[in-house]
């Protein structure tokens, strides 16, 4: 019933919004669109996977473990290949394509290594646990995963608008050389960046892989989609918008699926983004793609 | 149907609460060299993008030839006979000079696909004449000799010229020269000066912005001054010089002439 | 003789393979030379192999006609979201092709006419090495025509600086819309050709890997000429027959294929002009 959909759109909806923010993060301060934010996505599950599997970590310990791992990913993304063709000066569509393919050559390492059936997490490491409250069966898990995702978004947010950093990261989507002028250290910051947005990205693949209790190599393929739907709805470089966003694609994903078809569900997103391209290409809160050197 | 080229009314465009001009009005006469001129910052390039289409006005009227060109897309503006250069030259430079100069000729190259795929002489005579022209004006700028040179390899000045020779390509009743002479060693400046007489006389209409004032007052026969977004003098460059205000906005900033 | 047939009979899926994605690259060469990155190729491929499967199956209709049909169906797709979608620049473009791939494949997964996720069985043979041979020609040798006329030069200064291009009288609208459906055009009779020789088709082989499949190729053999995405085509074909071993591989040669000429050989393999300057710098010192 409703309030039970509801839930499972929440749910669902945070995680859609904790990636899209790290997404957007890179794409308004690096002016890049990252698309191996869904293979880190999906470095992240497996990380956390095998650390509470062959590690025995607890699954927080494991989570920051996963975050740590997939932001360090992020990283060396942005060293080895984002940095060389920032120096070049790249048209937006080279780094685009390079991390095409990374994405691909992630996905298939991981099928590699760990099989391309899904694995799950074992039941002991679960959060147990369900309260009923009226007709709805909460399950712990739920709880935790919105938490998690709202407490990391909050505390993103709350350094963005409120310390030094967060400025320094605002000046430079206004205008990297003008931060630079002010003594901004903006490569430092980019490496920041991706590093931060890709443990926001790892992050959200172990809470979707718990969500779902399914982990395969492909999983980073659909989020990503769905980030695009999300960043773009929303607006690129847009905070605000991202959790929005990610909120709003939650709940019309979840409620096609229940009362249209299983299938009209995957096409909401593509079809929301597609129409909000023809109709207001900047999205809710967007900025332009453009921005001053 | 008026004998002026170009008639701006009451332009004025604003971006959000930035007002970048007021209440601008001018005449471009046929067959004369109008000059803009003012500090930087006054609006000027964006008096270009309005008449060119690459922006539009919040109020006023841009009539070309008698006919209003608000709303007309970039291309069609082209087509009535506006060409333009730009302040920071926007060449093609992956192409070498003779087809940066035969972009400019696109207009005038009438045929079709099916005429293009079988390859037919009539296809073949119109390319062999656009080429034909384009080195004829490379050669009116003194490029010729670098025909196959890729555009990217030009020094600075001949970046200029080129952009000029394609310009011209389009066949332009009103050429639009957005700071012809930037980066120009003084007998680059005069031979252009003589080419820019030379259109003249064959009956386009040159309408410029530029901030060498010796360049302007020399060639301009009438010249409209912009200061924050408004016209605050216009006239002959006898009546500009000796015009206090001007001075006091601008002349009397720079060394004169 | 003998050798010939025995080489043929072993190869000859692979060669037409090769020419179909020459095709594909070539389709997708075609829009980057107007400056657009269009993911949706893929799709456009999708949509005339099931149009023209369709045909063939449930009409029987002669191949020639099926092929054309294969060709114009997702054309006029193009045409329809070509106008609203060509307005979106660079990456947004990118993304909304993408989209569109998406909605389009996921089309195809859901409809009963082309037979849901197992896709369509049986389609006949009708393909013969001769008709990619000519149809490929053909595609070369317009696309090469087309280059060096007026609509060359308007693709090319649309790459390079749309508003410039605008100035100089380019009706440029009308002139990606013209590269996005030709683009699918040749795409989708590539799909038809592709069809009638692997005899099963699903929604599988539409999807984005497939478009950044088709990317690979061209971006790897080159973006500068015609001759580059055919070269890049074949390599990646042909990569894997050559190194067994890097069969199972495929999709990570590709990524790495990306990665490292994005990085390294930014204009890919086939690029005329470091060819050239190499050559002369050669000759230069054996001078």
């Not at chain 2, 006469?29 to 008449?51: D, H, M």
Request: charge should be neutral; hydrophobic fraction near 50%; proline fraction near 4%.
């Amino acid at each position: 019933m409703l309030e039970q959909q509801l839930l499972n759109a929440l749910t669902l909806g945070s995680v859609y919004a904790l990636f899209a923010l790290g997404f957007t993060l890179v794409f308004g301060v690096l002016a890049v669109i990252n698309l191996s934010h869904g293979a880190v996505f999906m470095v992240g599950s497996y990380a956390a996977l095998a650390l509470v599997t062959r590690f025995e970590t607890p699954l927080w310990l494991a989570m920051i473990g996963a975050m740590l791992i997939s932001g360090t990913l992020g990283l060396l993304i942005d060293v080895l290949i984002l940095k060389p063709l920032r120096a070049r000066n790249a048209p937006h569509l080279i780094p685009m394509i390079a991390t095409i393919g990374v994405s691909i050559m992630l996905t298939t390492t991981a099928q590699g290594l760990f099989g391309a059936e899904a694995l799950r997490f074992p039941d002991e490491t679960l959060p147990a646990g369900e309260f009923v409250i009226g007709d709805v069966h909460v399950r712990a898990l739920e709880i935790a995963i919105v938490a998690i995702a709202f407490i990391l978004m909050a505390v993103l947010f709350t350094i963005l608008k409120r310390s030094q950093l967060g400025r320094a990261l605002r000046a430079i989507a206004e205008s990297p050389k003008a931060a630079w002028l002010l003594g901004i250290n903006v490569e430092g910051l980019f490496h920041v960046t991706s590093f931060v947005a890709a443990a926001l990205g790892g992050i959200a693949g172990v809470l979707i892989g718990l969500d779902f209790n399914a982990i395969t190599p492909g999983m980073g393929q659909p989020i990503l989609h769905k980030g695009i739907a999300v960043i773009i709805l929303g607006g690129m470089g847009d905070i605000r918008g991202a959790l929005i966003g990610g909120l709003f694609l939650g709940f019309a994903e979840v409620l096609s699926k229940a009362y249209l078809s299983s299938q009209m569900g995957d096409a909401v997103a593509f079809g929301l983004l597609f129409l909000i391209l023809m109709v207001r290409p900047s999205g809710l809160f967007g900025r332009k793609l453009e921005r001053k050197a | 149907m008026s004998a002026n080229l170009l008639s701006i009314r009451q332009l004025s465009k604003h971006f959000g609460g930035l007002n970048v001009l007021h209440d601008v009005s001018f005449e471009v006469p046929a067959g004369s060299i109008y000059g803009l001129i003012g500090p930087n910052g006054a609006g000027k390039t964006t008096v270009f993008n309005l008449i060119t289409g690459l922006l539009q006005p919040n109020s006023g009227s841009i009539d070309f030839q008698g006919e209003s060109l608000i709303g007309v897309p970039s291309h069609r503006i082209t087509h009535r006979g506006i060409a333009r250069t730009f302040q920071n030259i926007r060449i093609f430079k992956e192409m070498d000079l003779l087809e940066n100069v035969m972009v400019g000729l696109h207009d005038h190259l009438d045929y079709g696909g099916l005429a293009l795929f079988f390859n037919t002489p009539a296809y073949r005579a119109a390319e062999e004449k656009a080429r034909a022209r384009a080195l004829e004006l490379l050669t009116w700028v003194g490029l010729d000799h670098k025909a196959e040179l890729l555009a990217e390899n030009l020094s600075y000045g001949d970046q200029r010229k080129l952009e000029f020779a394609r310009a011209l390509a389009t066949e332009p009743k009103l050429l639009l020269l957005d700071e012809p002479v930037a980066g120009m060693n003084p007998s680059e400046k005069t031979i252009l000066m003589e080419e820019i007489r030379n259109i003249r006389n064959r009956g386009y209409g040159v309408f410029m912005i530029e901030h060498d004032m010796r360049f302007v007052m020399g060639l301009c026969d009438r010249i409209a001054v912009l200061n924050f977004g408004r016209i605050i003098a216009e006239g002959s460059p006898d009546e500009i010089r000796n015009n206090p205000e001007v001075i006091e906005a601008y002349l009397g900033k720079e060394d004169a002439a | 003789m003998e050798g010939f047939n025995d080489f043929w009979s072993t190869y000859s899926t692979l060669v037409f393979t090769v020419g179909v994605h020459a095709m594909l690259a070539l389709s997708i060469w075609l829009t980057l030379s107007c400056g657009l990155l269009s993911l949706a190729n893929a799709a456009f491929m999708g949509i005339g192999a099931y149009v023209s499967a369709l045909l063939t199956l449930q009409l029987d209709g002669p191949f020639a006609a099926v092929l054309l049909a294969g060709g114009v169906a997702p054309a006029l797709v193009a045409l329809i979201i070509g106008a609203p979608v060509l307005r979106l620049s660079g990456v947004y473009l990118a993304m909304a092709t993408l989209a569109f791939g998406e909605v389009v494949r996921i089309t195809i997964l859901n409809l009963e006419i082309t037979g849901g996720p197992e896709g369509l069985n049986g389609i006949p043979l009708a393909t013969e090495g001769w008709h990619i041979a000519l149809l490929l020609a053909l595609t070369v040798y317009g696309l090469a025509r087309l280059r060096r006329s007026k609509v060359g030069r308007a693709f090319e200064s649309i790459k390079e600086d749309e508003v410039a291009a605008r100035l100089m009288g380019i009706n440029v609208d009308r002139y990606k819309l013209l590269a996005f459906v030709l683009g699918a055009f040749i795409a989708g009779v590539a799909g038809a050709l592709n069809a009638h020789f692997t005899f099963f088709i699903s929604p599988r082989e539409y999807g984005f890997e497939n478009a950044v499949d088709i990317l690979t190729m061209t971006v790897l053999g080159g973006t500068s000429s015609l001759f580059g995405p055919i070269l890049g085509a074949t390599i990646l074909a042909l990569l894997p027959e050559v190194l067994r071993f890097l069969h199972d591989f495929r999709a990570l040669v590709n990524g790495a294929v990306l990665v490292l000429v994005v990085l390294f050989l930014p204009k890919g393999i086939w690029e005329p002009r470091r060819i050239r300057a190499w050559l002369k710098r050669n000759k230069g010192d054996r001078a």
